[in-house]
């Protein structure tokens, strides 16, 4: 369907046939709070792979160059680094630990040998750059293999270093620290298409920074009421838009998304729009709030649609049309009738995220039982794929998976009541151009391919 | 900085329309989200736990600001479709709120109507210490607030600094960001000078300065009158 490139697909509208490629993280039914991946981003090229997790690590895979005799083999992600991004931090003044937990990673777009990206925790974004070494000088005048220094009076003859190959070193360093302009905390940071700006959102500011400059960052929205008691809605996301400069959205816990132009003023207070449907008096419940709270929005990469996703859905909706999205798509429908209960354990606040493929023609989000989904804008078909162990065996086909919603259970069937709302798929990522994607289960990291391509 | 986008008015006017339709839809058998469950044991206990989950989250240190603002909206939802239609006297006396409860609550249940009786009252106060310049007289009978509870009550008050029925003490720190319109509010202005600059103490500075000019004007007028009626005539008058 989606061919290298970005494309137009072959004719045909061929379905996915996704299987199993790798599996990265521990196999321990154990699973250890930090590992657990709190963020999974590809890089532009696809190449690089970024997860990030609650212990503050960010460990970057590397595809594997293909092996050109070998016609259908992929290239496979492997470890390139791994470094610890954030650390615990108490904060005096209110006598509060700050979470070392990555909430999102953003790449830079490549400009030199080196790569770049964006790690945030709940207060503090950080610029890294991964470089690699392979090289290194020997011979120089003023000191010893070992780094000592040389008298220099003993210098009698004057050699030029020379180059020699060492094993490759992958190393990741700090080269910015935008911290200090978050009172609350972060949920998004996106880069601009200028490559010179981010922005960085928390539940109530959306701030702009230059990647140069630091100690300095503009408020571009802020909701904050003047009487805190009056707060009713948070920011939930925000992104740029992918090619136009001055337009972001932001979305919020009732269900509404918000344009804002950054021509039009500096403090975008006032929407250029506004996005929000109309609520389905059918089924309005105490929890049509919680449900409707937007818990990701990404643009497409064509630029012409944004995609959000609410509890039980994921709606596309086109920039030019406010009053309600062009499609809606239903991720989990038969946990509708057991809002109560998930509102009781919490599952119903669970924030899931949403990915689109490199040529927009199909969308992918998670759900329990470690099941995500995935719809074809296109042919308008879906399918349930399961994270698993079991269906690990190299190469193998996912098989789709069905939940059953009532009535007899077929075979092969799951029935709501013995999902595992433990097992949940939250962050997922799509290859920018290839059919590749990356699935995070809790502690371990699935890559999965389309056979068909 | 005052948030005045566009929404919060639509939003005003949204909820009054919604308040109506709120009321009624919960008990209407036929919709689907009710028929599925019994409507009253469902509100009262999502009450309860919606409450017990309003206590856990504020707690925290540094409580999920989105999972306060989504419980306590879901909090003002079930509140308002727990109160009665009708518009109660102003001052009920206290078995009418458990009546009250009971004729919305399919079963007559002494203990939960009771219960939630006294976490109505427990927002009562917290309502009035937010207004604390006011005597505790202000304080009516436990279930006075059942009809008189304004539609906003959940949020503004369960979240002020000065609760201390819900909220410990060492909660003044919520939000960062100090909240000075208590401090600022008219009703701790002492009339006279001294104030703190803001828009509510900017009226009564205003104000102020009218209201002494006007009394010293009658003063005058009763002295000048006074003293006219004790002034004995004379020859230079």
């Given at each position: 369907m989606a061919g290298a490139g970005g494309g137009g697909c072959p004719a045909g509208g061929n379905d996915f046939q996704w299987c199993f490629s790798q599996v990265k993280g521990a196999?321990?039914?154990?699973?250890?709070?930090?590992?657990?991946?709190?963020t999974v981003e590809f890089n532009y090229s696809g190449d690089l792979l970024a997860t990030g997790d609650k212990g503050g690590r960010v460990v970057i895979f590397q595809r594997e160059?293909?092996?050109?005799?070998?016609?259908h083999s992929r290239g496979e992600y492997n470890v390139y680094s791994t470094f610890q991004s954030h650390e615990p931090e108490f904060d005096y003044l209110k006598s509060l630990e700050i979470e070392e937990k990555i909430n999102k990673i953003r790449w830079l777009p490549q400009q030199n040998a080196a790569h770049f990206l964006l790690s945030t925790n709940d207060k503090t974004i950080k610029l890294w750059k991964i470089s690699e070494r392979d090289k290194r000088a020997e011979g120089y005048n003023l000191k010893d293999e070992d780094g000592r220094l040389r008298d220099?009076?003993?210098?009698?003859a004057l050699r030029v270093p020379i180059l020699k190959p060492m094993d490759l070193m992958v190393e990741a360093s700090p080269r910015r620290i935008f911290a200090n302009a978050h009172t609350y905390h972060i949920n998004s940071i996106s880069v601009n298409s200028d490559h010179e700006t981010y922005l960085s959102a928390d539940d109530l500011r959306i701030n702009l920074w230059h990647l140069?400059?630091?100690?300095r960052s503009f408020n571009i929205?802020?909701?904050?009421?003047?009487?805190?008691?009056?707060?009713?809605e948070v920011i939930t996301a925000a992104e740029f838009h992918p090619h136009q400069c001055n337009v972001l959205v932001y979305s919020s816990s009732k269900g509404t998304i918000r344009l804002c132009d950054?021509?039009?003023?500096?403090?975008?207070?006032?929407?250029?729009k506004f996005f929000e449907e109309p609520e389905d008096p059918s089924s309005r419940s105490f929890f049509s709030e919680i449900i409707s709270s937007i818990s990701d929005v990404k643009f497409s990469h064509n630029g012409r649609y944004m995609m959000t996703r609410d509890y039980l859905s994921v709606k596309v909706w086109?920039?030019?049309?406010?009053?309600?999205?062009?499609e809606t798509h239903q991720v989990?429908?038969?946990?509708r009738s057991k809002l109560c209960s998930l509102y009781e354990n919490d599952c119903i606040f669970d924030k899931f995220e949403c990915c689109w493929n490199g040529s927009d023609s199909a969308i992918m989000t998670g759900s329990y039982n470690n099941f995500f989904r995935m719809f074809d804008?296109?042919?308008?078909r879906d399918v349930t794929l399961e994270a698993s162990r079991e269906n690990s065996k190299p190469r193998a086909s996912l098989k789709p998976r069905k939940v059953c919603t009532g009535g007899k259970r077929k075979k092969d069937e799951i029935s709501v009541d013995s999902?595992?709302?433990?097992?949940?798929?939250l962050h997922t990522a799509w290859h920018p151009m290839e059919s590749i994607i990356a699935v995070a289960a809790t502690n371990n990291l699935y890559i999965f391919q389309d056979k068909i391509n | 900085m005052l948030s005045k986008g566009l929404k919060r008015k639509r939003e005003e006017e949204e909820e009054k329309e919604e308040g109506l339709s709120v009321d009624s839809w919960w008990l209407d058998q036929s919709h689907p989200a009710v028929s599925q469950t019994p409507p009253a044991a469902a509100s009262s206990s999502l009450f309860d736990l919606s409450v017990l989950k309003l206590h856990h989250s504020l707690r925290?240190?540094?409580?999920d600001l989105r999972h306060l603002v989504l419980v306590v909206n879901t909090l003002r939802r079930i509140q308002a479709s727990m109160e009665p239609a009708t518009a109660l006297p102003p001052v009920p006396t206290p078995p009418t709120a458990p009546s009250v409860a009971d004729s919305l609550l399919a079963s007559s249940d002494a203990g939960l109507s009771a219960s939630m009786a006294s976490l109505l009252e427990d927002l009562n106060h917290i309502e009035d210490l937010n207004q604390?310049?006011?005597?505790?007289?202000?304080?009516?009978?436990?279930?006075?607030?059942?009809?008189?509870?304004?539609?906003?009550l959940g949020a503004l008050d369960l979240l002020g600094?000065?609760?201390g029925c819900l909220l410990?003490?060492?909660?003044?720190?919520?939000?960062?960001?100090?909240?000075t319109s208590m401090y600022d509010s008219?009703?701790?202005?002492?009339?006279?000078?001294g104030l703190k600059p803001g828009p509510e103490n900017g009226l009564a500075k205003e104000q102020t300065p009218e209201l002494d000019e006007a009394e010293l004007d009658y003063l005058m007028d009763v002295l000048v009158g006074t003293q006219a009626l004790e002034r004995p005539p004379g020859p230079g008058r």
């Open positions: 196999v321990d039914e154990d699973v250890a709070e930090a590992d657990i991946i709190s160059q293909e092996n050109k005799g070998r016609a220099p009076f003993r210098i009698t140069e400059i630091t100690d929205v802020d909701i904050k009421p003047a009487n805190m008691e009056e707060l009713t950054m021509r039009s003023s500096a403090l975008c207070d006032r929407h250029a086109d920039l030019n049309m406010e009053g309600r999205p062009v989990h429908e038969y946990l804008r296109n042919t308008r999902l595992d709302f433990n097992k949940k798929i | 925290q240190s540094e409580p604390v310049p006011e005597p505790q007289a202000d304080e009516g009978p436990p279930g006075r607030s059942v009809g008189g509870v304004p539609a906003n600094p000065a609760t410990d003490d060492g909660l003044e720190g919520l939000f960062e960001d100090i909240d008219e009703l701790w202005v002492p009339a006279s000078e």
